[in-house]
């Protein structure tokens, strides 16, 4: 089966950079995704890797280190709006469906 | 464009009385449908997930119940409710044959509250 491990809780300031780690477990890996979520809202995409190395979008990256099983989400220049729960996710062993971590509830402040 | 849409957004039920939750996807063929749950403050679980019509994988048994009448519906159910089935339902989305990649798109969402 799968499974992931995330940090439940991150808080940061306003203007600073912060980093949410993902370690997973699975038969048959398909890439690694990352979804936030608004309180009371609908989960959306992020990003997705691969293949080993960083991707960039805008003031989001993410990591992906098959090897050993292990990913983050970075986040710069956070902004009060960055405040929600982030979500990394891995596929089914059949490649049907999106396994999601417990979340990281990330509270940003002033 | 293509868009997805659950109803109702919101119901309080009471314990062993029936549930329906509704999906539809517009503007796409034969997509992967999916539906979620999230308990209060927790991740989201997959409850099942379809690839074709009256194709329904379960990914954890429990006294709820999924079907697919049509490519584009998906219908969550449940004859008896327990007071362990209150959370948030999301239903879900993906292109089919999308790839390793594939991205889901969700709904709404579906609050419910059982008591």
């Known amino acids: 089966g799968q499974s992931l491990e995330q940090p439940s809780e991150v808080t940061a300031v306003e203007g600073a950079i912060v980093q949410i780690n993902c370690t997973y477990q699975?038969?048959?890996?398909?890439?690694l995704s990352w979804y936030q979520q608004h309180d009371g809202g609908a989960p959306t995409f992020l990003s997705y890797?691969?293949?080993?190395g960083l991707e960039e979008t805008g003031r989001f990256s993410s990591f992906l280190s098959r090897s050993d099983s292990y990913g983050y989400l970075l986040l710069q220049e956070l902004q009060m709006k960055d405040s929600a729960s982030y979500f990394c996710a891995v596929y089914n062993q059949a490649g049907t469906a999106l396994i999601f971590g417990k979340g990281t509830t990330l509270s940003v402040s002033s | 464009s293509q868009t997805i849409h659950q109803w109702p957004a919101t119901l309080v039920q009471p314990v062993g009385s029936p549930l329906s939750l509704e999906c539809t996807v517009e503007g796409t063929s034969n997509p992967n449908l999916y539906w979620y749950r999230q308990a209060a403050g927790r991740g989201l679980q997959l409850l099942f997930y379809?690839?074709?019509?009256?194709?329904i994988s379960s990914e954890v048994p429990q006294n709820l119940s999924a079907s697919r009448p049509q490519d584009r519906q998906f219908i969550l159910s449940s004859k008896k409710l327990l007071l362990s089935d209150s959370g948030f339902y999301l239903c879900?989305?993906?292109?089919?044959?999308?790839?390793?990649?594939?991205?889901?798109?969700f709904g709404e969402g579906s609050w419910l509250t059982v008591v």
């Open positions: 699975t038969s048959g890996f398909y890439g």
């Open positions: 379809s690839v074709g019509i009256g194709q």
């Open positions: 879900a989305w993906s292109v089919r044959g999308g790839g390793s990649g594939n991205t889901i798109y």
């Open positions: 890797n691969a293949l080993d």
